[in-house]
């Protein structure tokens, strides 16, 4: 008779334990999670593996059965700076997560498995479901259909199943590690530096093109002639010109800005008109604000805790930045009539340093129904930074988790939002 499966050692377990906790805990305490659907879904599955793990009896076999070295391999990809716009977990049959990846819409198959345990021909080994994603990718809706099919296995992978990606699909081996490597320039010298996750180290990634050309480079948008000639110097200075002062016409990286994201630059509220607003009768505040006065004075106070420069900066930083035709024209409406005289000086300036691209939404945000929460106006804006393969800049949130909610990845960046307040 053969002897019953020895359990888990001790060691084996709290190990495990203390690593699932550990994940939990960081997850937990990510500020991304309120906004990353990914995340969300990733905690509760941790969670449950923690319940599983110290439960009376997890294991009745040795080695320890554990979905621990799956889930932190998601959570490492997942936190990856190439990696954005996470859709929710499995969202298809053998689809690990859709995102943008490195700019373009990739749908992602990930192994935590040990390399020895994969293989390649069998009905169970990873072929058919390589195959499998690529027939779905070529045949979805252009508004989820990924240019790229990413392929990741964090703790290696073995040579048999390389030279059946690389042979029958056309994968391209490529470097996670790539965005990890960061220099510095002090009085004429380079530092470079590199700062991955340790156990990121083990992982390699494939790509495999699902359109044909979804690796082509598209020129950014020629520089303009700029010249601030400024009526009044103040207009400059303080944090409204620092933030100008970051952008780069020369930049190769873009950033798409939305209308809230260019009234939020200028808005009184952003540009010092804090203590104006706040020191003022709130009879004659409430007069003049009417039923907006509650959301003008969370904004204020918003601008006390968190200086919108701040997060703005960080935006445009080194970058860009273009508007569409659609948003040139509304912002200017809006400013002319609901700006004060500041505001409208910042506006002008503004739009000198930023680059009008023609309305140009990408296919496959026109593929979207147009609805209530999907406006055509919106459409238009996004689908122009998606074209451009831009992330907007925005505070449209509704907007953003309605197209999330399509199972479309979309760069964007999100701001709070500023009113123009008449100063």
Same mark, same amino acid.
């Given at each position: 008779?053969?002897? =019953? ?5 001790p060691a084996?377990l709290d ?9 939990? +805990?960081?997850?937990?305490a ?13 905690l ?19 080695? #320890?059965s554990?979905?621990? =070295? ?6 490492? #990809?997942?936190t990856?700076p ?13 689809v +690990?997560?859709?995102c ?9 198959? #990930?192994?935590?498995? $040990?390399p ?16 499998? %994603?690529?027939?779905?990718a ?8 990924? !240019? ?7 703790r ?5 199943? %390389?030279?059946?990606?690389t ?5 391209? @081996?490529?470097?996670? #590690?790539?965005?990890?490597?960061? +220099?510095? /320039? ?8 590199f ?11 494939? &790509?495999?093109?699902?359109?044909d ?9 020629? =520089?303009?002639?700029? $010249?601030l000639?400024?009526?009044? /110097?103040?207009?400059? !200075? ?11 016409? +020369?930049?190769?990286?873009?950033? $798409?800005l ?10 009184g509220i ?9 020191s ?13 006065? *509650? ?7 918003? &601008? ?9 900066? *960080? ?12 948003v ?14 500041? @505001? ?9 340093k ?10 496959r ?11 055509? *106006?919106? *459409? ?10 831009a992330p907007?800049?925005?505070? $449209? ?5 309605? %197209?999330?909610?399509s ?17």
């Amino acid at each position: 008779m053969a002897e =019953p499966p020895a359990s888990a050692c001790p060691a084996e377990l709290d190990l495990a334990r203390a690593r699932c906790r550990a994940l939990h +805990d960081r997850l937990a305490a990510s500020p991304a999670l309120p906004r990353h659907p990914a995340l969300r879904s990733l905690l509760r599955l941790v969670a449950a593996e923690l319940r599983f793990l110290t439960s009376p009896d997890p294991a009745t076999a040795r080695p #320890l059965s554990s979905n621990l =070295p799956h889930l932190g391999a998601l959570h490492r #990809l997942l936190t990856h700076p190439a990696v954005r716009s996470p859709s929710r977990l499995t969202p298809l049959p053998g689809v +690990d997560f859709a995102c943008a990846f490195r700019s373009r819409p990739a749908w992602v198959l #990930l192994s935590g498995r $040990n390399p020895s345990g994969l293989r390649w021909a069998p009905r169970q080994g990873l072929r058919p479901r390589v195959a499998a %994603v690529l027939d779905s990718a070529r045949s979805a809706p252009p508004a989820t259909r990924p !240019e790229k099919l990413l392929l990741a296995f964090a703790r290696g992978v073995g040579a048999d199943i %390389v030279r059946g990606l690389t042979d029958e699909f056309g994968a391209l @081996e490529i470097d996670l #590690l790539a965005e990890f490597v960061g +220099d510095t /320039e002090e009085d004429g010298w380079v530092s470079v530096s590199f700062h991955p996750d340790e156990e990121m180290r083990s992982f390699r990634a494939f &790509e495999i093109d699902i359109v044909d050309g979804g690796g082509e480079a598209l020129s950014p948008p020629p =520089p303009q002639d700029v $010249n601030l000639d400024v009526g009044s /110097e103040d207009t400059l !200075e303080g944090c409204f010109g620092d933030f100008l002062g970051k952008m780069r016409m +020369d930049s190769m990286e873009l950033v $798409n800005l939305d209308t809230t994201a260019l009234v939020a630059i200028v808005s009184g509220i952003s540009n010092g008109g804090v203590g104006k607003l706040m020191s003022a009768p709130e009879a004659e505040t409430r007069g003049r604000f009417k039923c907006n006065y *509650k959301f003008v004075m969370d904004q204020a106070q918003s &601008e006390l805790q968190y200086p919108i420069f701040v997060e703005l900066g *960080k935006a445009v930083d080194g970058k860009k930045c273009i508007i569409c035709e659609t948003v040139s024209s509304e912002f200017t409406e809006i400013a002319s009539m609901c700006g004060g005289p500041e @505001e409208k000086a910042r506006a002008s300036q503004l739009l000198k340093k930023l680059i009008i691209v023609s309305d140009s939404p990408s296919p496959r945000m026109m593929d979207l129904p147009t609805t209530r929460k999907l406006a055509m *106006k919106n *459409k238009v804006v996004f689908g122009t930074g998606d074209h451009w393969r831009a992330p907007t800049l925005t505070a $449209n949130m509704g907007f953003v988790r309605a %197209v999330s909610q399509s199972g479309m990845p979309l760069l964007t960046i999100e701001h709070k939002p500023r009113a123009l307040i008449g100063l």
